[in-house]
C-alpha cells in the first residue's frame, strides 16, 4: 500500500497531564501505568496503534521536571534522547488549568528538536467548561507559531458531542504528519515491553494507590521469579517492592500486612488478564537505601 504511513510519537507536559492515559486510550489496551502521583512513568514503553491508514508507535516517556535525585536526571535525560529521535511531538496541556512558566519552558525547549514535527493537544476537555477549553486553545497556540495541529480532546470520554471520536480524530492527524512507509510491528502486537516489566509495573501502580508525600518515588519492584505449573493453570509470581527507609516499608506492608495483601490483590486482578490464567503472588518488601541516588542501585533496578 503505497499510502501506509508508519512512524514514532511521543507526548510532552508537565507530569500529570494524561500522558499515559492518552497513550493506553489510543492503543486500546493498557500499556503503561496511571497514578495521580507525578512521575509516575520510568521508562520510554512503546505502545502500538494500527489504523487502516498506518501505524503509530507511541513512546510514553516520563514528565519533564525539575531533577532532584540521580534518578530524576536519568528521566530527564531519557526524555531528551526520546524527543531526539522521533518524528512528531505532541505537547499536553489541560484544559482545566492555565497554561504556566513550567508550559511555555518546555514548548520552548522543543526548538532543540527541528526534525520532529510538534503538536498541542489540549487534554481533559471532558472536565472543563467550554470557556475553559477556548482559553487553553488559545494559550497553547500561542505558545508556537509551528504547530501543525492544535487539537482538544478527552481521553476519558473519546466521543465528542457531534459524535467524532476524538481520538480517531487526534490518530488520522499524527499519521499524516508520518512517514511513508510499511507498518514498523506485526498486527497484534500493542507493545514492546516485556511480560516481566510489564508485570513489574502493574504492582508497582498498586503499590502507589493511596501513599503521599515523598513514598511514591521511593518505589521500585523487580520480578524475581515467574514460573506456570505443570497443570498450566496456574502462574506462580514472586516479586519484591523496594524502598528506601525502614519507615517506607512499614508504610507499605500495613498494619498486620493488610496494605501489602490489598496491593497484591489489585495487582492480581490485572496480572491474571495478561497471563492467562490464575496467579499466585507473593510479594516481598525490602530496603534498598536512598537507592535514587546510588549509581550501583539504579543500574540493578534497570535504570
Not at 467550554?130 to 494559550?139: A, P
Amino acid at each position: 500500500m503505497t499510502d501506509h504511513r508508519s512512524g514514532f510519537v511521543t507526548f510532552v507536559g508537565r507530569p500529570n497531564v494524561g500522558k499515559s492515559t492518552l497513550t493506553n486510550a489510543l492503543v486500546g489496551e493498557k500499556v503503561a501505568i496511571t497514578s495521580d502521583k507525578p512521575q509516575t512513568t520510568r521508562r520510554a514503553i512503546r505502545g502500538i496503534v494500527n489504523r487502516p491508514a498506518g501505524q503509530l508507535v507511541i513512546v510514553d516517556t516520563p514528565g519533564i521536571h525539575k531533577p532532584r535525585t540521580l534518578l530524576g536526571q536519568r528521566l530527564n535525560d531519557l526524555v531528551e534522547q526520546v524527543l531526539g529521535d522521533v518524528d512528531v511531538i505532541c505537547f499536553l496541556v489541560p484544559a482545566t488549568e492555565k497554561v504556566g512558566p513550567g508550559d511555555r519552558r518546555i514548548a520552548a525547549s522543543l526548538d532543540g528538536y527541528p526534525r520532529a514535527k510538534k503538536v498541542a493537544v489540549v487534554t481533559k476537555t471532558d472536565i472543563a467548561s467550554r470557556e475553559q477549553i477556548t482559553e487553553r486553545l488559545m494559550e497553547a497556540d500561542s505558545l508556537r507559531e509551528d504547530w501543525a495541529a492544535v487539537i482538544p480532546l478527552s481521553a476519558i470520554a473519546p466521543v465528542s458531542v457531534d459524535g467524532h471520536g476524538q481520538l480517531d480524530v487526534l490518530a488520522d492527524e499524527l499519521l499524516a504528519l508520518m512517514p511513508q512507509g510499511p507498518a514498523l510491528y506485526e498486527a497484534g502486537v500493542v507493545t514492546d515491553e516485556s511480560l516481566e516489566d510489564r508485570i513489574a509495573e502493574i504492582i508497582r501502580e498498586a503499590a502507589l494507590d493511596g501513599v503521599r508525600d515523598e513514598l511514591p518515588h521511593s518505589i521500585a519492584v523487580t520480578i524475581d521469579d515467574i514460573s506456570e505449573r505443570d497443570t498450566g493453570s496456574m502462574t506462580d509470581i514472586y516479586a519484591s517492592v523496594v524502598v528506601e527507609r525502614d519507615s517506607q516499608k512499614a508504610i507499605i506492608i500495613g498494619h498486620k500486612g493488610s496494605r501489602l495483601a490489598s496491593v497484591g490483590a489489585r495487582a492480581r486482578a490485572q496480572i491474571e488478564p495478561l497471563v492467562g490464567t490464575k496467579v499466585f503472588l507473593k510479594l516481598h518488601v525490602r530496603v534498598a537505601k536512598e537507592w535514587q541516588r546510588d549509581p550501583k542501585q539504579l543500574g540493578r533496578l534497570g535504570f
